[in-house]
């Protein structure tokens, strides 16, 4: 089934579907064998630094096969692009779905820039991503308050013919200071305005029942990054400062077991199992 497919699915359903990031093979097993265990597809997501660290075909090739390996049905998506020549070798690559992020721009370059990608897209017949307002990122949290404006969805969504939109309620990427509060008026009138499969970025740290909450109002795809890394090398410190082991094949399998345990509860809320 086409990942397409799967989001107009889970969307009908008012389920979501876990959009997660990897970062090398660990953090890539962890994430495959809870998507395996529970039997439901994932998301495996590359941004433009995890391809540069890993180079594209290494990664593409661990998003590939480590699901054959551990029987899960999996897609690949590359994340926050903002560079239309990797979005065009990673579209050669087979990605079933990318992201345009031209979101720290005005609406009519991010329309105009999204649009080009659009049509580069088109005969892939993938998944465009595309954000519109602002989901502050770690080193970039000026534009705080750069909601989705509902306003601009059907003039956004209608001028690029984008599938996916990413809309900026209240998550940020990143640790959160207090507790997440996401705005699900907001959400609800933009989920009114397009069918597009809406996609909330940032999601690590938001509570079960606020991540539930959003995504029987229309959010479609959960994005989670940073409680990956958090927990990965967290984990790694932990058994470190027990063991003097320097096999590192002993090690890791214990940082990958807590991944896996934590993206199955991630996949858990999103598909609404109890
Ligand atoms: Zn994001």
Request: glycine share 4%; aromatic share 6%.
């Amino acid at each position: 089934m086409k990942l397409t497919e799967v989001l107009n699915q889970v969307q009908n359903q008012n389920k979501a579907l876990l959009a997660a990031n990897f970062y090398n093979l660990e953090t890539c097993k962890g994430i495959v064998k809870a998507s395996s265990k529970l039997n439901q597809p994932i998301i495996l997501q590359l941004t433009p630094g995890s391809i540069s660290y890993m180079g594209l075909k290494t990664a593409v090739s661990i998003a590939r096969n480590v699901p054959i390996e551990e029987n899960a049905l999996t897609y690949l998506h590359l994340d926050h692009c903002n560079d239309i020549v990797l979005v065009k070798s990673c579209l050669d690559e087979g990605f079933d779905s990318i992201m345009i992020d031209a979101s720290d721009k005005n609406i009519d370059d991010n329309i105009l820039i999204t649009r080009q990608v659009v049509k580069l897209a088109e005969s892939y017949k993938v998944n465009v991503e595309a954000e519109l307002g602002y989901v502050p990122k770690p080193n970039n949290e000026i534009e705080n308050d750069k909601f989705t404006e509902p306003a601009d969805v059907k003039r956004f969504t209608e001028e690029t013919g984008i599938t996916s939109l990413a809309i900026a309620i209240g998550s940020k990427h990143g640790f959160y200071k207090g507790e997440p509060k996401l705005d699900i008026v907001r959400l609800k009138e933009i989920r009114k305005i397009t069918n597009a499969y809406l996609v909330l970025h940032g999601a690590s740290g938001i509570p079960a029942d606020i991540l539930r909450e959003a995504i029987s109002n229309g959010i479609t795809k959960v994005n989670v990054a940073t409680d990956t890394k958090d927990l990965f090398m967290k984990s790694l410190k932990d058994i470190m400062k027990n063991s003097d082991d320097i096999d590192l094949r002993n090690v890791f399998p214990l940082a990958i077991n807590e991944i896996q345990k934590m993206i199955e509860q991630k996949i858990k809320i999103v598909s609404m199992i109890d």
